[in-house]
């Protein structure tokens, strides 16, 4: 059975093109041309997509918002934004918004697949070793069950859906349903520094929580 990929782009042609060329890949493309069909798409469980393709000019709000929203909700599936703009800023605030990839209008559609494949192994790096236990609220991380605070939890539950992907302070501080300013970004210094303490053999040489200078955090299995 082909992987299904969600599409949000306004770009009919596009979308033709792209839906017979993912299916020789071994995909199957499910195209919305608006970002209220693609929430429909999910919200109502239609479509269970392996990744999301987000354009980023598009009617009714900008893939910058339906990422945001995306992740505000709690929804980690994989996104790679498509932009005709590829300069640094944009595609910085992209990963900062919680995207976990970016290409630049026009692309190569054998470059998509690769990126496409490369996020979703991203995705499966996960350890069969590694995992959460909610109703003990305890992390495996190489054979170890490690006791998390219910924020602590929440944090790592949304970075380990997600490995490799950046996540700013802001989102950090969504997930605990914490303002801003700079008493909240230290309060999300501090949990880091304390999740490295239970996660990490070395804390200042941290290999699951990284630090990605002026962008965020990542977690890495």
Not at 26 to 50: I, Q
Not at 149 to 157: A, F, H, V
């Amino acid at each position: 059975m082909n992987r299904k990929l969600l599409l949000i782009d306004d770009d009919k042609e596009l979308a033709m093109l792209l839906r017979d060329f993912v299916q020789r890949h071994g995909f199957d493309l499910v195209w919305a041309d608006r970002p209220s069909v693609g929430f429909g798409f999910l919200d109502e469980g239609k479509v269970r997509p392996e990744l999301v393709l987000l354009d980023v000019m598009l009617p009714e709000m900008d893939g910058f918002e339906v990422c945001r929203l995306l992740r505000k909700a709690r929804n980690q599936v994989p996104v790679i934004m498509l932009t005709a703009r590829g300069d640094d800023p944009d595609c910085i605030r992209g990963l900062q918004i919680g995207a976990d990839d970016y290409l630049a209008k026009p692309f190569n559609p054998l470059e998509l697949i690769a990126r496409i494949e490369a996020v979703l192994r991203r995705a499966r790096l996960k350890d069969a070793s590694n995992g959460l236990d909610q109703g003990n609220r305890t992390l495996s991380l190489d054979g170890e069950d490690i006791p998390l605070t219910p924020s602590e939890y929440r944090l790592i539950e949304a970075m380990t859906a997600s490995p490799g992907r950046v996540f700013s302070r802001d989102q950090l501080l969504d997930l605990l349903d914490a303002g801003g300013g700079e008493s909240f970004d230290r309060a999300i210094d501090i949990h880091v520094s304390r999740l490295r303490g239970k996660l990490e053999e070395d804390a200042r040489n941290p290999r699951h929580l990284i630090t990605v200078r002026g962008l965020g955090y990542r977690f890495e299995w």
